[in-house]
């Protein structure tokens, strides 16, 4: 089950996540849906996973991403799509 949509993840679609990312030195991973996994990535900087969103709770608490997981549950769990990074990202 992925922690994020809580859909079970198919096999071809399982990613490992550092909750901190491995250039911040972390080394603790969870495994997600690869389409929750690309959305995290789109949306927040290393430095931002690092800081403000190291568990599930926080990245699940945070607006965009809550909009997306409400989204990303009504679609079968087999279901991927290409990310598109973030507007405030694209501009950094």
């Known amino acids: 089950m992925c922690p994020l949509c809580e859909r079970p993840i198919p096999g071809h679609q399982k990613d490992a996540h550092h909750l901190i990312p491995k250039c911040q030195g972390g080394s ?3 495994s997600l849906h690869r389409i929750c996994h ?8 290393e430095t931002e996973l ?3 969103f190291s568990t599930v709770e926080q990245l699940k608490q945070q607006d965009e991403m809550s ?3 409400k989204w990303v549950k009504t679609k079968p769990n087999d279901f991927f799509e290409k990310s ?9």
């Open 38 to 45: 690309r959305q995290i990535h789109a949306l927040f900087t």
């Open 67 to 69: 909009r997306f997981l």
């Open 50 to 52: 690092a800081r403000q």
């Open 28 to 30: 603790l991973t969870v």
């Open 84 to 92: 598109r990074k973030s507007a405030r990202l694209r501009s950094k």
